[in-house]
């Protein structure tokens, strides 16, 4: 008899989620979903609000990286107020910058040090007491202390920027409201021992040392573990190096050939397009000139280090060539890479907030630029998981006429279904018991996608992760929360 | 004296509140000597495995599952708090209060401009709560004990409230509850 297995809540990743599992009679793995199980319907509650409220209201679909949609909104209406992506003075474009970079630096920290680190030092196969930042801050201090005090640094960068460290307010239609105090740059600039823009980059080069270790002595695992090949898709600045505030959509396939040639943004409708399954509320993404069956791609540090030519600060750069290097200059297709790379773009957004620390553009007083009214506007940014689109149309009253959003997790959405049908091939195949250890594999599959499932069904929370066996006709023969 | 046991959750919010909690820093180190996380985001103990002396909730009620995990939670837990806008009266989800929820299935599956090719399929399976009529507070279904308000509340807050708590008997500087 054939079983289905569902495993809910997945925790340790940002959202609420579903996975099952369907065995034929033979026990094997015929099938394997990801179901996202949020709705809120934000497309048409922002209708009718005026456009002014969109960066400060559309940034509630996630308290995880609200910056992201503070900024994409913010550039979305850039464009209705005729200022576009790339009018905007020299000190509204850097605070922007500065503040998305911060955000960057706080969630990629919480995301290794917080989420993921439980599952590279004690084993995804741990007990479930050991699985947790509780279990790393007792057993590894130094380190819990490290990622905590990296996070703070790029809360407080976004504290100073966005005037709140979630949910902030600075981002305004062709603008910033505020420029950055000296006090502020100096705190962040020379500050004390343990919080100072130098001390972050050390730790964050550290911490890369730290994963490539672990790949060396892992590397069996690392490079296995829910690999397949796939397209990818990312931002990329017009010269082709890493930018993840600005630049034009590219997109290479598994081999590296370019799919999508560095288009303009405002044009994505004609690019991509979304195709909705009865059993998830997230919409899969697919590249048009492609289709739906082989266009779907990843986004995300992993997909960001496969699109671009370079990354254009020196300490990252060196890091990312020796990323490169590994997979001989081919996209690399391995999901658990997407931890190095993601520690590299860490590295990468401290240099780049060093960078902007010393810019003094970011003491200066010309805020917000005007422009002539238009009727609609789209704005994408990289965020920490990867690319995110909005898109408004406006009324000649300025209320909003419509929304359409595509965030990261949901572009992530047929690719961190084949990596749960992947590893359930792998590990479940054939097993008789199902232990903790072996469901949190498929977790840690997920996890390495950080999805952010609350965005992704514009919603957030706990992602449950519930397993549930059902026979191929459907019937519940087992259930077990991990 | 034994430590008392929390349990977070995040129903229908957008983890801010969550992330607010992290935002203690490095109190964090401090709060695990003073208690034990039971079922919560950043734990992998997935239903509450004991009797919980606190519980804190994040986000309002906008499906059948979200009220069983707030029936769950006030079960289990001696004092429950509301932890945020959304918890408290429902936040920004419930937006769609006014609006008939059809609509807004239409309007994300069917009418915007990526959806052309998608087939017209609305999501509809088992493996989906069933969404409620409208997004309602906590204290509407089950008794609340306090409320911390915040979009999110300050991390300040959240660690005093969690200190007077755990401490029994001290009291919240009344300057940290503000609202945003």
Not at chain 1, 11 to 22: A, F, K, L, P, Y
Not at chain 1, 50 to 56: F, R, S
Not at chain 2, 125 to 132: F, G, M, Q, T
Not at chain 2, 159 to 180: F, H, I, Q
């Amino acid at each position: 008899m054939g079983q289905k297995i569902v495993i809910d809540p997945v925790t340790r990743v940002e959202g609420h989620g579903r996975v099952t599992i369907h065995l034929d009679d033979a026990g094997n793995v015929e099938d394997a979903r990801l179901h996202i199980v949020e709705f809120r319907g934000f497309e048409r509650m922002i209708q009718g609000r005026p456009y002014l409220e969109v960066p400060v209201i559309v940034q509630r679909l996630c308290g995880i990286c609200p910056v992201s949609h503070h900024l994409a909104g913010a550039k979305a209406i850039d464009c209705v107020v005729g200022v576009g992506p790339e009018g905007l003075t020299p000190t509204g474009e850097k605070m922007r910058r500065l503040m998305h970079y911060g955000q960057m630096f706080q969630s990629h920290a919480l995301h290794f040090f917080h989420l993921a680190s439980p599952d590279l030092l004690f084993g995804a196969g741990a007990s479930v007491e050991k699985r947790n930042v509780v279990a790393v801050a007792r057993e590894y201090p130094e380190l819990a202390i490290q990622g905590i005090t990296m996070r703070k640094f790029g809360q407080e960068i976004i504290l100073a920027t966005a005037g709140k460290k979630i949910h902030g307010i600075s981002a305004v239609p062709g603008g910033i409201h505020k420029n950055l105090s000296i006090a502020d740059r100096d705190r962040f600039l020379v500050g004390e021992k343990d919080f100072n823009i130098n001390k972050m980059v050390d730790w964050s080069v550290a911490i890369i040392d730290f994963i490539k270790n672990y790949h060396k002595k892992n590397s069996g695992l690392m490079d296995s573990f829910a690999a397949f090949p796939s397209n990818h898709l990312s931002l990329v600045n017009k010269d082709g190096g890493m930018d993840l505030y600005h630049g034009v959509l590219r997109a290479v396939d598994a081999e590296g050939r370019k799919i999508l040639n560095d288009v303009d943004y405002r044009e994505y409708v004609k690019h991509i397009q979304e195709e909705t399954k009865s059993w998830s509320y997230m919409k899969f993404p697919f590249l048009n000139s492609i289709g739906k069956e082989n266009g779907w791609y990843r986004v995300g540090p992993l997909a960001r280090l496969n699109t671009v030519d370079f990354i254009p600060t020196p300490l990252a750069q060196k890091e990312f060539e020796e990323f490169r290097a590994y997979t001989k200059g081919k996209p690399n297709n391995m999901s658990l890479h997407t931890h190095w790379a993601r520690l590299i773009e860490l590295l990468h957004s401290a240099e780049k907030m060093k960078e902007l620390l010393n810019d003094p553009d970011l003491q200066g007083n010309d805020l917000i630029a005007k422009g002539a009214r238009q009727r609609e506007g789209v704005g994408v940014v990289e965020a920490p998981r990867g690319t995110l689109f909005h898109h408004y149309e406006v009324n000649d009253d300025d209320s909003v006429a419509r929304c359409n959003l595509i965030v990261s997790t949901t572009n992530n959405n047929e690719a961190m279904n084949r990596a749960v049908g992947h590893v359930a091939k792998a590990f479940l195949t054939g097993v008789k018991e199902i232990t903790d250890g072996l469901l949190n594999h498929l977790e840690v599959a997920i996890r390495a996608y950080d999805p952010c499932l609350s965005c992704a069904t514009h919603a957030l929370g706990e992602i449950p992760l519930r397993v549930s066996i059902y026979d191929s006709n459907g019937m519940l023969v087992d259930e077990k929360a991990t | 004296m034994r430590k008392k046991i929390v349990a977070t959750t995040s129903l229908a919010g957008c983890f801010g509140c969550h992330m607010s909690i992290l935002d203690i820093d490095l109190r964090l180190v401090d709060l695990i000597e003073l208690v034990e996380f039971n079922r919560s985001p950043i734990t992998d103990i997935k239903k509450i495995s004991k009797r919980c002396d606190i519980g804190l909730i994040e986000g309002g009620i906008c499906n059948d599952e979200n009220y069983h995990v707030l029936k769950e939670f006030r079960e289990n837990c001696e004092v429950l708090v509301s932890v945020g806008e959304c918890a408290i009266m429902g936040g920004l989800p419930a937006l769609r209060n006014n609006i008939p929820i059809r609509e807004c299935f239409e309007e994300a599956y069917r009418n915007v401009p990526t959806s052309k090719s998608g087939g017209g399929i609305i999501p509809n399976d088992d493996e989906l709560p069933i969404i409620l009529d409208r997004v309602y507070p906590c204290h509407e279904l089950v008794k609340i004990d306090y409320f911390l308000p915040g979009c999110p509340p300050r991390a300040d807050l959240i660690w005093e409230t969690l200190l007077a708590l755990v401490t029994s008997g001290a009291e919240l500087p009344y300057e940290l509850v503000k609202y945003d």
